[in-house]
């Protein structure tokens, strides 16, 4: 059974550009929160999509952005990259109970 | 102040010790604890949660909530190598849609 798989695992990008990171949930799992960890940090909370709409969001800028899919899979939007988006991106998703089943992440550099 | 504080370490410990993980929090809103464990370039993995005050046991690691310290702990006995990772703790006030307000992370290194 297949994990939550989370594509790229590593992305470089220029500061200003935008970047999308992908996210595929745990098998029966129909909620998706997105977390950013920073180096040396524990992670902090993104926002969390459940039927499609955004349900939480955390104190991230609209710069931030997402998406979730009929079939649960879900994308974090970043525009007009600053160097402090530098982190670890982590998927997480569950079956409204807890445990949250996290991915390995994306680790994205903005240089 | 942090909502969740959590000593980063780092925690160096002998193969068999006993470790003792903490963190504080500040809201009495949270009523579910974990701790997740996170090795290297890798997402992290529940440990344990548990529902507001108490212990809980499972295997070699025990976890304990004080709700009226706003304190809770993570105890690992008979210690392994293969526990060498970042331990951190998380809650959530309750919603089982909830986020999670995490702590830093304690990095603990286990030597044999």
């Known amino acids: 059974d297949a994990g939550v798989t989370q594509s790229p695992t590593h992305l470089i990008k220029t500061r200003g550009q935008q970047v999308t990171l992908r996210c595929s949930p745990k098998?029966?799992?129909?909620?998706v929160s997105w977390y950013q960890q920073a180096l040396g940090q524990g992670p902090q909370f993104i926002f969390q999509?459940?039927?499609?709409?955004?349900?939480q969001r955390g104190n991230f800028p609209d710069r931030f952005s997402g998406h979730q899919f009929p079939n649960y899979s879900s994308e974090l939007n970043v525009n007009a990259l600053l160097l402090g988006d530098s982190a670890l991106y982590l998927c997480?998703?569950?079956?409204?109970?807890?445990?949250?089943?996290f991915g390995s992440g994306t680790r994205l550099t903005v240089v | 102040q942090k909502e969740v504080e959590q000593d980063p370490g780092p925690l160096s410990v002998p193969e068999g010790a006993i470790v003792s993980l903490n963190c504080t929090y500040s809201?009495?809103?949270?009523?579910?604890f974990m701790w997740y464990r996170q090795y290297s370039r890798k997402g992290p993995e529940l440990l344990m949660y548990?529902?507001?005050?108490g212990n809980k046991e499972d295997g070699r690691f025990t976890a304990q909530v004080d709700k009226s310290s706003k304190y809770i702990s993570l105890f690992i006995r008979d210690s392994q190598p293969s526990d060498s990772a970042t331990y951190l703790c998380a809650m959530n006030k309750g919603s089982t849609l909830g986020r999670l307000y995490f702590g830093r992370g304690t990095q603990l290194t286990v030597w044999p």
């Open positions: 098998s029966g799992h129909d909620t």
């Open positions: 548990t529902y507001s005050s």
């Open positions: 809201n009495s809103a949270f009523q579910y």
């Open positions: 997480a998703s569950s079956l409204r109970s807890y445990g949250y089943t």
């Open positions: 999509y459940y039927e499609e709409e955004e349900r």
